[in-house]
C-alpha cells in the first residue's frame, strides 16, 4: 500500500513540476515534458515509499 500511495503522490508531484516548470527551449526533458515528468516521479515516489 505504501508502493502505490509513492507511485501516486510522486507521479502527482512529476505532472506538476512538467506542467508548470516549463522549460522555455525545450532542452530541459524534466520540465518540457509532462509525461516524462510524471513517470519520472512516480519511479522516485515508489523507490522512496518503498525504502529504496
Known amino acids: 500500500?505504501?508502493?502505490v500511495l509513492g507511485?501516486?503522490?510522486g507521479g502527482?508531484?512529476?505532472f506538476g513540476v512538467?506542467?508548470?516548470g516549463k522549460?522555455?527551449?525545450?532542452?530541459?526533458?524534466?520540465t518540457s515534458n509532462?509525461?516524462?515528468s510524471t513517470i519520472v516521479g512516480a519511479v522516485i515516489?515508489?523507490?522512496v515509499?518503498?525504502?529504496f
Open 7 to 9: 507511485i501516486v503522490v
Open 45 to 47: 515516489g515508489a523507490l
Open 23 to 30: 522549460c522555455a527551449s525545450g532542452a530541459c526533458p524534466l
Open 18 to 20: 512538467g506542467y508548470f
Open 1 to 3: 500500500m505504501k508502493t
Open 34 to 36: 509532462p509525461w516524462i
Open 12 to 14: 502527482a508531484i512529476g
Open 49 to 51: 515509499a518503498g525504502g
